[in-house]
């Protein structure tokens, strides 16, 4: 079936994160200058203000920060609901948001903020690979 | 003789993008914008960091954001092509009021480019307000959109950070509405007016509709229709006027971000930034406010806004509500015209709690039309809190009322 959600419209500036997605890849922002990885990916460091700017392979994997379960959902999405949405401390640095998969929104208190998750993509069109992440054993 | 603001500033610095015309490489607004802020940081040694005001076309926030600063003034005044000439006359205002020392004035606007990459949202971040971002291209495929799915992750966060439970916000709503029923003019006033009108119980809100896990429908505030007004003017036009003045003794503002990616603690705002130049402009403090007007977007939206506000202690918001502190007949009394939970709610609630503060510190709040008995509290100062966006952006005011 084919990916019916809606799918991130790409910048000019962010196209090597969504090459990297393509080949299954979790490509970060960091600054060369200051050394630390930036989400979502700028122009400039938000840190330190360097227009030093490099793309690093992220090693996929991080931990939950905080949760929610939509119920009420609009659109495409309003059919998946209930669904758990979550904010994800990548181990590098910094935060994504994310489609959880691998948990019961039935069951919101069987969650654990802090509980590991590894990235993985969904194909949405021949250009768009969208990150998810899934909720893994320690 | 010169006015009040005659060399009050002066323009230090001027740059522009690394380059302008009719660029061949498409480019966004976002980066016309960042480039010559950028340079203009390399011409005058000025650091972004240092920037305290930022004034923008509809967009700085996002500026801010990408920036990652966090500014005392935010203008985003537009209003055609002659707005940063009153940006620039904005700024000239706040530096002289001594809120601001460095303002930035910034624009970007991609009028070729957007013809190549989209003037119809899309990858063109952007020509204004409300059009895409990066952080809206790397947010928009998870389903979040209405505020709730927004913000039950802060109270989640919140939830976990402090050990409470959801209950304890539950007594927010409840509360809330004991205000609301005391208030003709509250769309949950009664059973009359609403079918879901009149009191309600902190099981009833427990057990009402999911929405956003663990908000459930009555933790939310309404969606209604509201217009309303102020009128402030010099204490020289007060003094003339029939009606009672209430005094403007502080006022700060401060964002965190706009995206809630963004937000670097989900159990904090940025009203302790707002409200800590609103209490040291009005030489008052938490301990000195007799009532609290919060945007209670959510019961969350309200904890967290009264820990910050510094009338309770971290992740002890909730029990202002909680103990009857906050309730008719409290010692605090905090959102007595019923709130944007249980009063009115368009979306922009900010004119609302400006509407009530008046009403209490002017002691018009309960003619019968504004009020009933009990709704009028003894308060003399009042602390007034709005927060916007995903718990973004936050303007503070202290209010005394007239001697």
């Known amino acids: 079936m084919s990916y019916d959600k809606p799918i991130p419209t790409q910048g000019t500036h962010t196209k090597p994160f969504w090459q990297g997605a393509s080949e299954g890849k979790l490509m970060l922002p960091r600054c060369v200058d200051c050394n630390r990885v930036h989400w979502y990916p700028r122009h400039i460091c938000p840190h330190c203000h360097s227009m030093n700017l490099e793309w690093i392979e992220g090693s996929g994997r991080g931990r939950i920060h905080t949760y929610a379960v939509q119920h009420l959902a609009f659109g495409v999405w309003a059919k998946e609901a209930p669904y758990v949405t979550a904010y994800i401390d990548l181990n590098e640095g910094d935060r994504m948001l994310t489609v959880l998969r691998g948990v019961d929104p039935e069951k919101p208190e069987d969650i654990k903020i802090g509980a590991p998750v590894v990235v993985e993509f969904e194909k949405a069109n021949d250009d768009t690979y969208i990150p998810f992440w899934r909720v893994v054993e320690e | ?403």
């Open chain 2, 1 to 403: 003789m010169p006015g009040p603001l005659y060399k009050a500033a002066a323009i230090v610095g001027a740059a522009e993008a690394n380059e302008i015309g009719f660029l061949k490489t498409p480019i966004t607004a976002l980066q016309l914008h960042i480039e010559a802020i950028k340079n203009l940081s390399e011409q005058t040694g000025v650091a972004i960091s240092r920037i305290e005001g930022v004034f923008s076309t509809g967009w700085s926030t996002e500026l801010c954001e990408h920036l990652g600063i966090k500014p005392k003034y935010i203008d985003t005044t537009s209003v055609g092509g002659c707005s940063f000439e009153m940006h620039v006359h904005h700024a000239m205002a706040a530096i002289h009021a001594g809120i601001i020392d460095i303002a930035l004035v910034s624009h970007g606007e991609n009028g070729h480019s957007a013809n190549k990459i989209g003037g119809r949202g899309a990858s063109n971040y952007a020509r204004g307000a409300g059009a895409l971002s990066p952080g809206v291209e790397m947010s928009m495929a998870y389903g979040l959109g209405s505020a709730p799915s927004n913000y039950a992750h802060a109270m989640v966060r919140h939830m976990h950070r402090y050990g409470t439970k959801r209950e304890d916000y539950a007594h927010i709503a409840k509360v809330t509405r004991d205000w609301a029923t005391l208030n003709p003019r509250a769309a949950m006033y009664s059973k009359e007016k609403h079918p879901f009108g009149g009191p309600i119980t902190v099981e009833q809100v427990e057990e009402s509709r999911v929405i956003a896990w663990p908000l459930t429908i009555l933790h939310c505030c309404m969606v209604t229709d509201h217009g309303g007004a102020v009128l402030v003017t010099s204490p020289k036009v007060a003094a003339s006027l029939n009606t009672k003045p209430v005094w403007l003794a502080g006022a700060g503002e401060s964002m965190g971000h706009g995206n809630m990616l963004e937000m670097d603690d989900f159990t904090a705002t940025s009203a302790g930034r707002s409200s800590q130049a609103a209490y040291t402009m009005a030489g008052l403090g938490p301990s000195d406010m007799e009532m609290a007007l919060i945007y209670d977007s959510f019961t969350i939206t309200a904890a967290i806004t009264a820990e910050m506000l510094g009338l309770a202690a971290p992740g002890e918001g909730h029990t202002l509500w909680k103990d009857g502190h906050a309730a008719p007949g409290g010692k605090l009394p905090i959102n007595t015209n019923g709130g944007g939970l249980s009063f009115n709610h368009s979306g922009m609630y900010g004119m609302p709690l400006l509407i009530e503060a008046y009403r209490q510190l002017s002691g018009t709040a309960e003619d019968g039309i504004n009020g009933d008995t009990g709704k009028q509290t003894s308060a003399r100062t009042c602390v007034v809190n709005g927060t916007g966006g995903s718990l973004s952006t936050t303007g503070t005011l202290v209010l005394v009322a007239d001697d």
